[in-house]
């Protein structure tokens, strides 16, 4: 009984981290997807509204309005599109407060018209 009590709070901790690490890695994910999709509006539209709008439809509405996301466009065929997303991110929120990241994703594509 003893061994457990001491054993317990380090399994809970190393649980709580496993799971950390897993909502992390799914929303860099959805960053890299919302980049990517961004990017593809840029290289096919010269409004860099757009690509911000596809970018943020592509996310989820609760990530979607602490994003922010930049968008560079060259302004001939055969340049390149380059969308990067930034989340700031709070790891263990739950706990203590949580420590601040920067998720970062960024896409580059050639411009098609």
């Given at each position: 009984m003893v061994e457990f009590v001491l054993v317990l709070p380090v399994v809970v901790l190393v649980l709580l981290a496993v799971v950390e690490v897993t909502v992390v890695a799914r929303t860099q994910y959805e960053l890299?997807?919302?980049?990517?999709?961004?990017?593809?509006?840029a290289a096919m539209v010269s409004d860099p509204a757009r690509a911000v709008e596809a970018v943020k439809s592509a996310l989820d509405p609760s990530v979607s309005d602490r994003v922010r996301v930049t968008v560079e466009r060259g302004g001939t065929v055969g340049s390149v599109a380059t969308?990067?997303?930034?989340?700031?991110?709070?790891?263990?929120?739950?706990?203590?407060?949580g420590l601040g990241v920067h998720l970062r994703a960024r896409s580059v594509m050639r411009v098609e018209r």
């Open positions: 890299v997807q919302a980049a990517r999709e961004g990017a593809r509006t969308v990067t997303v930034v989340l700031p991110y709070r790891l263990g929120a739950r706990l203590l407060g």
